[in-house]
C-alpha cells in the first residue's frame, strides 16, 4: 500500500532537517530557568541571565532540591518554550565549561532571556565576550525590581555581612566599599572588615575594559560609597558576587 505523499514529503524534511539549523530549532525539554534540550540532543544555556537552582550536587551526584523561586521560573521557561520552535541567536562564545551550548533564545520574536529577566524569574548574569544584550537585560532587572515583580517580591535586601548565610543562593547585597584589592585575575571591593562572614565584589581583569569604557577605575571609584549588587552568592576563600559591568553596581549612597 502507497504512503499518502504528505507523509512521505514530511519524512522526507525530517531525514533532511539540518540538526544545526538552530534558526529553525524544537525544544525538547526544558531542565531549569536557564537551561533548555533541543531536538539535536545538545543543552542551551541562555546568556546573560541565571535563575535559581533546581538541583544541588552531593557526593557526585546531583539532587532535587529547588532553591526558593526556582520552579516558578522553570514554569515559566516551560510556559515560554517548551515543545516549541526556537531561534537561536549566538555571541562571541557558543560553548561552555561544560560543553552546553550558549546563545539568546528567540520564540515568535520574543527573546526568552529578556522575558525571564523582565518578569523577575531571572538575574543578570554576563560573562564577557557575549555581552551584546547586557544593556537590554540590565535595565528590565532594574524594572523588575523596583516593580518587585518575582524573585524581587520574594527576596529582601541583605546586608554583607550576612550574605554568607545565602551561599549559591541569589540575593541582592548591600554594604559599604571600605578598600579595594588587585591582584593578578581580578580586582576586588569588600564591603566588610569581618573574617568570619567577610563579603567582597569580584571583577576579572576581562570585564575591566567595560569600566574604562565608563570612565570608571574601581579600585578608587567605590571607595567609601554604599553599594547594591544582585547576583548568585558564591563562597571562593570569602562570600561574593561577580560584578561583570559597571551596570551590575548600583551605587546607592554617597558617603
Request: glycine share 4%; proline share 3%; hydrophobic share 35%.
Given at each position: 500500500m502507497k504512503k499518502p505523499l504528505s507523509i512521505l514529503f514530511l519524512l522526507l524534511l525530517i531525514a533532511c532537517a539540518d540538526p544545526n539549523d538552530y534558526s529553525h530549532m524544537k525544544v525538547i525539554g526544558v531542565i531549569d530557568g536557564d537551561t533548555v534540550r533541543l531536538a539535536n540532543g545538545k543543552l542551551l544555556r541562555y546568556i546573560g541571565i541565571d535563575t535559581p537552582e533546581t538541583r544541588i550536587k552531593e557526593n557526585g551526584r546531583f539532587l532535587y532540591a529547588p532553591q526558593p523561586f526556582a520552579q516558578e521560573a522553570t514554569r515559566y521557561n516551560k510556559k515560554l518554550v517548551d515543545n516549541k520552535f526556537i531561534s537561536v541567536e549566538f555571541d562571541l562564545e557558543r560553548i561552555d565549561a561544560y560543553g552546553r551550548l550558549l546563545g539568546y533564545c528567540f520564540v515568535d520574536g520574543?527573546?526568552?532571556?529578556?522575558?525571564?529577566?523582565?518578569?523577575?524569574?531571572?538575574?543578570?548574569?554576563?560573562?564577557?565576550?557575549?555581552?551584546?544584550?547586557?544593556?537590554?537585560?540590565?535595565?528590565?532587572?532594574?524594572?523588575?525590581?523596583?516593580?518587585?515583580?518575582?524573585?524581587?517580591?520574594?527576596?529582601?535586601?541583605?546586608?554583607?555581612?550576612?550574605?554568607?548565610?545565602?551561599?549559591?543562593?541569589?540575593?541582592?547585597?548591600?554594604?559599604?566599599?571600605?578598600?579595594?584589592?588587585?591582584?593578578?585575575?581580578?580586582?576586588?571591593?569588600?564591603?566588610?572588615?569581618?573574617?568570619?562572614?567577610?563579603?567582597?565584589?569580584?571583577?576579572?581583569?576581562?570585564?575591566?575594559?567595560?569600566?574604562?569604557?565608563?570612565?570608571?577605575?574601581?579600585l578608587t571609584f567605590y571607595i567609601n560609597k554604599t553599594i547594591e549588587i544582585s547576583g548568585r552568592v558564591r563562597r571562593y576563600k570569602t562570600t561574593e558576587i561577580i560584578a561583570s559591568t559597571p551596570a551590575d553596581i548600583r551605587i546607592i549612597e554617597e558617603q
Open positions: 520574543t527573546l526568552v532571556n529578556a522575558k525571564m529577566i523582565e518578569e523577575g524569574f531571572a538575574v543578570t548574569c554576563t560573562i564577557p565576550p557575549n555581552i551584546k544584550y547586557v544593556d537590554t537585560l540590565v535595565r528590565l532587572q532594574r524594572e523588575a525590581q523596583r516593580n518587585k515583580k518575582g524573585l524581587w517580591a520574594a527576596y529582601a535586601v541583605i546586608q554583607a555581612e550576612d550574605a554568607y548565610r545565602y551561599s549559591n543562593q541569589i540575593r541582592t547585597v548591600r554594604g559599604l566599599v571600605t578598600r579595594a584589592h588587585t591582584s593578578k585575575k581580578y580586582i576586588s571591593l569588600a564591603l566588610t572588615t569581618h573574617k568570619k562572614n567577610g563579603f567582597r565584589v569580584r571583577i576579572y581583569n576581562n570585564s575591566l575594559e567595560s569600566f574604562t569604557q565608563k570612565g570608571i577605575d574601581p
